[in-house]
């Protein structure tokens, strides 16, 4: 199967460290990427590869992955952190893009 | 910096098709043959769902729940690509939105890697007679 699987809703304390995870039979051969996503604005990339942030992206993100669970790590959480987020890869054999069911993390 | 716009109507009838259109600003939509350019769309208060993307060259996937009903082309010419969905119902209304799907990088065990790094800003678009 390549479908992802990630807990819809977290919540973290202001200034505290929360993981979101994703889960997927695919992802010990692909890189996940992650999508920050605030009401009403289009989503956003925040981590891709193994662990690359794109320009802008603070330093507090951070991504790894151990066999099927990708996960995004948020060090000393922002008030402006809290968002949906999404976790993504591509398929290798149909070169199709999977997206999981989107995590909503509430800060506290 | 490059920036997408979509384009279209907002209403569409059951039964009929859907027609989107994304201009590109600021690069080539041809200028790095490995990227892709995609839709997504979002329904209210759920989730992201891909719809399909086009590489320059006219190179298309699809997602699979969708692949009878959508067709995605390119115009490189214009700098735009576009998107078809046929026989839409009330489950077609969401925000669309186009975005680039970035050729990020290659890892020898993991493959190729891709990251939708520009969006558009999305586009409503609501079936309903």
């Known amino acids: 199967s390549s479908e992802l699987t990630q807990d819809p809703a977290v919540s973290v304390a202001l200034g505290q460290t929360v993981t979101i995870t994703c889960q997927g039979d695919s992802l010990s051969r692909s890189y996940v990427t992650w999508y920050q996503q605030r009401p009403g604005q289009a989503p956003l990339l925040v981590i891709y590869g193994k662990n690359s942030r794109p320009s802008g992206i603070p330093d507090r993100f951070s991504g790894s992955d151990s066999g099927n669970t990708a996960s995004l790590t948020i060090t000393g959480t922002q008030a402006e952190d809290e968002a949906a987020y999404y976790c993504s890869f591509r398929d290798r054999g149909d070169n199709r893009v999977v997206l999981g069911g989107g995590t909503q993390l509430t800060i506290l | 910096q490059v920036q997408l716009q979509e384009s279209g109507p907002g209403l569409v009838k059951p039964s009929q098709t859907l027609a989107l259109m994304c201009t590109v600003s600021g690069d080539s939509i041809s200028s790095e043959p490995r990227d892709s350019w995609g839709w997504v769309r979002q329904p209210a208060g759920k989730g992201l769902e891909w719809i399909g993307h086009?590489?320059?060259?006219?190179?298309?996937n699809y997602n699979p729940s969708l692949k009878n009903r959508v067709t995605i082309s390119i115009d490189t010419s214009k700098n735009q690509f576009a998107l078809i969905l046929t026989s839409v119902t009330a489950a077609d209304t969401a925000v669309y939105y186009c975005a680039r799907d970035r050729y990020l990088g290659l890892s020898t065990r993991r493959g190729y890697y891709y990251g939708m790094d520009v969006w558009g800003q999305g586009t409503t678009v609501s079936v309903s007679s």
């Open positions: 086009i590489t320059p060259s006219g190179s298309v």
